[in-house]
């Protein structure tokens, strides 16, 4: 089988980076996702282009940071996207040109870093949502990329050509953050190619202050970094990959 182990949030801090960094050199991750508009997508991209093996997609976002665009439907008075639990609800009411304009700009950003990224996810599954899934196709089918889904049954009629993985998994996350979690999603899917869904780092005062999710970070690059894991997924003759190998044989 095909295993995408894709590191979310590359470009959010420092400490992120290097650790999503050792989780490729030295663990199972082949695959991570920059967020254009955070503090340290500069030293991502600097460290993208010293680790050119590193699959590198772009992490849409609209709940974190400071968007690149006019984009007030989504921001706080502080001029920061609002937080995932007051921007949800209201997702609806937000015009979808204001979301394609964003999430453009942030491709944009990436692609004239010199990075070539080789598929779309999204900061919170933002793109998940029902109204803006759409969008997200939209531009998944411009840029002509891969996507992460939940599943390829979200694809509408029209976008049944668009790339994915056959199946998702965020259940490496929290308590389930562990060696064995991968193995067990291994065991379950046997055939076709599973995204594994993770969030390794170092803690830096970046990510100690801006996200929810911060203390597990450098427990999970432990485990993605663990020689029981290497070796299994070896014996288990597992295909790390990346987004930009699903299609080929």
């Known amino acids: 089988m095909k295993l995408i182990i894709n590191a979310d949030d590359f470009g959010y801090s420092r400490g992120i980076n290097f650790g999503i960094l050792d989780a490729y050199q030295f663990g199972v991750v082949r695959s991570c996702s920059i967020m254009a508009n955070m503090p340290a997508f500069d030293h991502a991209v600097q460290l993208a282009g ?4 590193l699959g590198i997609g772009v992490h849409l976002n609209l709940t974190c940071g400071k968007p690149l665009t006019d984009a007030g439907e989504l921001t706080g008075p502080d001029g ?5 639990d007051d921007l949800f609800p209201s997702i609806g009411e937000v015009p979808c040109e204001v979301i394609e304009a964003e999430w453009e700009a942030q491709i944009e950003k990436v692609k004239g870093s ?4 080789d598929h779309l996810d999204s900061h919170h599954h933002v793109h998940m949502l029902r109204p803006v899934l759409p ?3 939209k531009l998944a089918g411009k840029y002509n990329l ?13 976008y049944k050509d668009i790339v994915s993985p056959d199946r998702f998994s965020g259940d490496f996350h929290g308590k389930g953050a562990a060696v064995d979690t991968i193995l067990k999603l291994v065991d379950e899917n046997k055939t076709g190619c599973l995204e594994i869904m993770c969030h390794p780092g170092y803690l830096d005062e970046t990510i100690l202050k801006g996200s929810g999710y911060s203390m597990p970070r450098p ?5 993605l970094t663990s020689s029981d894991l290497i070796t299994k997924l070896q014996e288990k ?7 930009s190998q699903l299609d080929k044989e």
Do not use: M, S
């Open 80 to 84: 920061l996207f609002r937080r995932k």
């Open 146 to 158: 891969p996507v992460r889904l939940f599943g390829r049954e979200y694809l509408p009629g029209e």
């Open 219 to 223: 427990h999970e690059l432990h485990q």
């Open 135 to 137: 969008t997200f196709l």
């Open 50 to 53: 010293d680790n050119p093996g």
């Open 237 to 243: 003759e597992v295909q790390l990959v990346t987004f």
């Open 114 to 117: 010199g990075v070539n990224p």
